[in-house]
C-alpha cells in the first residue's frame, strides 16, 4: 500500500508492505541487502528472529550483509542471550560489523525492528509470523530515538 501524504506544499510518499510467513519474511530482510556502507541500528529478540528465519537463512544474510560493508547496532534482551554461543553467525566485533548491547533485565521483546534510512523493518516471532517493511522518515527517527534511548542504558554483549 502506499499512501501520498501532502508536506506543506509537496508530497511525499509513504509505502507500507507486509509479509507472512517464513518465506515472505525472509525477502522482506534482503531489502536491506540493496544498500552498501549503511549502519542499520536493530531492537533486535535474537533467539525468536533465529526460529523465524532459519540459522541458515540467517548466515546467508550476514555473510551478504559484511560482503555489502552494512554495520548494524543491535540490542539483545537479556533472557535469549544464553544459547547463542552456539550461532557462529552471531560473533561480535569489526570484522563482523556488529556491535551488540544487552537490554536491561526489564526491557523484554519479542516483536523486533531494524532502521536504515528513512526504512522501518518490523519482524515478529514464529507463532504469528508476519513482518512489515515502512518507508517513512518520521516514523524512522522516532525508532532511532527510542534505540538510541535504549542503547545507552544497555550493556556491550561479550561471548
Known amino acids: 500500500m502506499e499512501q501520498e501524504i501532502e508536506e506543506g506544499n509537496r508530497f511525499s510518499r509513504t509505502r507500507l508492505q507486509v509479509f507472512e510467513g517464513r518465506i515472505a ?7 536491506m541487502l540493496l544498500y552498501r556502507g549503511i549502519t542499520v541500528r536493530a531492537y533486535w529478540p535474537i ?4 526460529e523465524v528465519l532459519t540459522p541458515a537463512f540467517l548466515e546467508r544474510f550476514h555473510r551478504e550483509r559484511i560482503e555489502r560493508n552494512i554495520n548494524i547496532k543491535v ?4 533472557d535469549q542471550v544464553s544459547s547463542l554461543q552456539k550461532y557462529s553467525f552471531l560473533q561480535v566485533g569489526p570484522d563482523q560489523k556488529r556491535e551488540v548491547r544487552v537490554a536491561t533485565p526489564d526491557i523484554r521483546f519479542s516483536l523486533g525492528y531494524a532502521v536504515y534510512g528513512t526504512t522501518v523493518r518490523c519482524i515478529s516471532s514464529l ?3 508476519y513482518g512489515f517493511l515502512v518507508a ?5 527517527e522516532m525508532m532511532q530515538s527510542q534505540f538510541e ?11
Open 25 to 31: 519474511l525472509q525477502q522482506m530482510m534482503k531489502d
Open 47 to 50: 533467539a525468536r528472529v533465529i
Open 149 to 159: 534511548a535504549v542503547w545507552s542504558d544497555a550493556k556491550p554483549f561479550r561471548i
Open 127 to 129: 507463532r504469528e509470523s
Open 136 to 140: 517513512s522518515r518520521e516514523l524512522a
Open 75 to 78: 540490542i539483545w534482551p537479556s
